[in-house]
């Protein structure tokens, strides 16, 4: 068993372009003007900022030495939460002070990126409190979170929603333990909500083995899966085709260069196409950067303040 490299910073209210074009288009967002054609081709880069602690802009100022694109197709803001209310005895979508500052700063935090070209996708995570996306009691209960989740990311522009089933603490609060139905119906909702925008499963948790039930597999439904395990190899267990899978993921800073770029070159020689990034900060990481954009794209990255 691999052990989780995450280093999250939390407080008591703590509660994703070449490849990603192909999967679902040139998305326009609320307020952003059209994205230029990414030129580049290779993986699907992907980087996690912790919100808490580290700026979104931060994934716009990595650039290819050779040709200039970005060197990340997709950001993804860590995190929202799925907290829950035991007065309504129900779950429901929450933001701390970070992301909420993110997203009321839309115009500032997420618009620039995606002018870049680059989607921005808002992660949910779980939050200690016993509500998660594997233990919804009902259908309708599933489907009114993932009206939350789809009205959150119209309201604010988004590209998409990301699945983090970790801290959920089921059971806690008098909730319920994980059933089979749950995610199947979230997920169900979620795309029929937003036909045309980017759902990916961090491949960990209840949910993540919980993708079919009465005769309804949501495997394809995922633009993106990835491996939950920074520094390592491992091919998310889900039905889906190679250019939708990281099987690499590194904590940038964290995970060594050596490690990074052969990553890399494996994702690249055995035909993948996404590569995830954790924990992208302010500092010049050009270095780790230019680690795995060397082997996915035959260039050094530049970071320009």
């Not at 699907?44 to 694109?69: Q, R």
């Not at 995570?125 to 119209?154: E, I």
């Not at 959920?168 to 909702?189: I, K």
Request: charge should be negative; avoid cysteine; glycine fraction near 8%.
């Amino acid at each position: 068993m691999f052990t989780l490299l995450r280093s999250r910073v939390r407080t008591a209210a703590l509660a994703l372009s070449a490849v990603a074009a192909l999967a679902f288009g040139a998305t326009a967002t609320a307020g952003a003007s059209a994205a230029p054609a990414p030129a580049k081709q290779g993986p699907t880069s992907v980087a996690y900022v912790e919100v808490n602690n580290n700026s979104m802009l931060n994934v716009g100022k990595y650039t290819l030495a050779n040709g200039g694109d970005n060197a990340f197709d997709v950001a993804v803001i860590f995190a929202a939460n799925i907290n829950y209310d035991t007065g309504k005895k129900e779950a429901y979508l929450h933001f701390n002070e970070n992301v909420q500052r993110v997203l009321d700063n839309a115009a500032t935090e997420i618009r620039p990126l995606q002018q870049k070209g680059i989607k921005v996708v808002l992660s949910v995570l779980g939050n200690h409190q016993g509500a998660g996306f594997a233990n919804f009691p009902s259908q309708q209960a599933a489907s009114a979170f993932a009206k939350q989740l789809s009205d959150t990311v119209t309201k604010y522009g988004l590209d998409g929603i990301d699945f983090d089933d970790e801290y959920a603490e089921y059971g806690n609060n008098g909730t319920g333990q994980p059933n089979d139905s749950s995610f199947v119906h979230l997920v169900t909702a979620l795309r029929a909500n937003m036909p045309d925008k980017i759902i990916s499963l961090y491949n960990i948790g209840p949910a993540a083995s919980r993708l079919s039930y009465g005769g309804v597999d949501v495997s394809s439904t995922f633009d993106y899966a990835w491996n939950p395990y920074y520094g390592t190899w491992q091919v998310p267990g889900i039905a889906l085709p190679k250019s939708k899978l990281s099987p690499a993921a590194v904590e940038i800073g964290r995970t060594s260069q050596s490690t990074v770029a052969d990553l890399a070159r494996r994702t690249v020689s055995e035909g993948y196409g996404v590569y995830l990034t954790y924990n992208l900060d302010g500092a010049d990481r050009s270095a780790d950067v230019s680690a795995f954009t060397r082997e996915l794209y035959g260039s050094d990255a530049v970071y320009t303040p």
